[in-house]
């Protein structure tokens, strides 16, 4: 996630943001989840398995292959009476507003509403692409997860968009600079006043306006991010913990894990054991 591609002489570097992908295993009773910065498309790849949704108390039951579709910053709340095995793609909300950007669509008009339990082959493709790759320990390295997760990001805008009104926080551009330089210094030290300065805005302003086009205060949307980047070279890995920690821009290991903890409600040494697992 660190690295950047760079294109023809006079354009802009752009820093790579990573498709995620887990294989997720849930116990009986309640599941919260919430990712402020990244879309989630959960779909279920198990048993068939009883559940409730919490906002209407409707009961039903999940059978392989169907998907639920999470947007980023938005709390989806059920109960599982079954134990429960689903591979989850998170697509980070700054990679669907650049695939937005190249498809001549204004990233701050348009949104992605969420949806539960449809069917979907397009999708219900690339989940098991994925999960075959993160199985085999991603063989295909990180080409192939990018691809797959620009074509999941233009598929979702094609089909499944939907309208928003502007947030009047900061303009499309200043919001890709900023977002750009959180992705290419994750593991450096910022600071407030730089980003204010990457948007060409006051800092007092710039707080304002980037809460209001993200849904959280800055200092929230960089940890985030680092837990996301943690995350992933966690589940590549490649690097001990400890190198983790400092690549991901955290002051130490156990930084990294209160964060996790908080984040993703898991600990580090669970996403190595679950990845240990999955390719042993």
Request: positive net charge; proline residues 4%; hydrophobic residues 40%.
């Amino acid at each position: 996630m660190s690295g950047q591609r760079l294109g023809e002489t006079l354009v802009e570097r752009r820093p790579r943001i990573e498709l995620g992908v887990e294989l997720r295993a849930t116990s009986v009773g309640e599941v919260r989840h919430l990712l402020p910065s990244a879309h989630s498309i959960i779909v279920h790849a198990g048993e068939p398995v009883r559940t409730s949704c919490h906002s209407n108390r409707m009961r039903s039951i999940r059978t392989r292959g169907d998907i639920f579709f999470i947007p980023a910053g938005v709390l989806d709340e059920w109960v599982d009476d079954d134990a429960s095995s689903s591979v989850e793609l998170r697509l980070p909300a700054a990679l669907l507003r650049r695939v937005a950007e190249d498809m001549g669509l204004d990233p701050d008009r348009i949104g992605l509403e969420p949806r539960h339990q449809f069917r979907e082959a397009q999708i219900e493709h690339l989940a098991w692409a994925l999960e075959a790759e993160c199985r085999a320990g991603f063989p295909n390295g990180l080409l192939y997860s990018e691809s797959l997760g620009l074509a999941l990001a233009a598929h979702l805008l094609t089909r499944y968009r939907a309208p928003v009104e502007a947030r009047g926080g900061l303009s499309k551009r200043q919001l890709q600079r900023v977002i750009e330089y959180i992705e290419a210094h994750l593991d450096q030290n910022l600071s407030l006043t730089r980003l204010a300065s990457v948007a060409e805005a006051s800092t007092s302003h710039f707080k304002v306006l980037f809460k209001r086009s993200m849904g959280l205060p800055v200092h929230e949307y960089v940890m985030h991010r680092r837990v996301e980047r943690a995350r992933s070279l966690l589940v590549h890995g490649e690097l001990p913990a400890s190198e983790v920690a400092l690549e991901a821009g955290f002051s130490h290991q156990s930084h990294m894990a209160r964060w996790m903890r908080r984040v993703l409600g898991v600990t580090p040494t669970s996403v190595v054991r679950r990845r240990n697992h999955v390719t042993s």
